[in-house]
């Protein structure tokens, strides 16, 4: 059975940091493409941050520089440092797991930016 555990949200003041940590289980997840995408209150999910299994990365516009992106094959798990929040980051947050015709989600966890 596979499952993509988040965590790591929470309540952050505008300008603040949150790392969101994504534990995945069931799945071979060294070879896996892992992202993580958000979906805020009436907007379409967005992809946010992507780490292919050679390492390479790919970021929204809206969070270069500011979002890192990172994964542990050791630990079969993929981090989201987030630094310099904006309230127009807050969202539900969920992991991504995708190889070829695998794709797997997450639960989601809830990041609000807000002083």
């Known amino acids: 059975q596979v499952q993509l555990v988040e965590s790591g949200g929470g309540l952050v003041q505008p300008g603040g940091s949150l790392r969101l940590s994504c534990a995945a289980s069931g799945i071979v997840f060294s070879v896996y493409s892992m992202a993580w995408y958000r979906q805020a209150p009436g907007k379409q999910r967005e992809l946010v941050a992507r780490?292919?299994?050679?390492?390479?990365?790919i970021y929204a516009d809206s969070v270069k520089g500011r979002f890192t992106i990172s994964r542990d094959n050791a630990k079969n798990t993929v981090y989201l440092q987030m630094n310099s929040l904006k309230p127009e980051d807050a969202a539900v947050y969920y992991c991504?797991?995708?190889?070829?015709?695998?794709?797997?989600w997450g639960q989601g966890t809830q990041v609000t930016v807000s002083s």
């Open positions: 991504n797991a995708d190889w070829f015709t695998d794709n797997y």
């Open positions: 780490i292919r299994s050679g390492g390479s990365t």
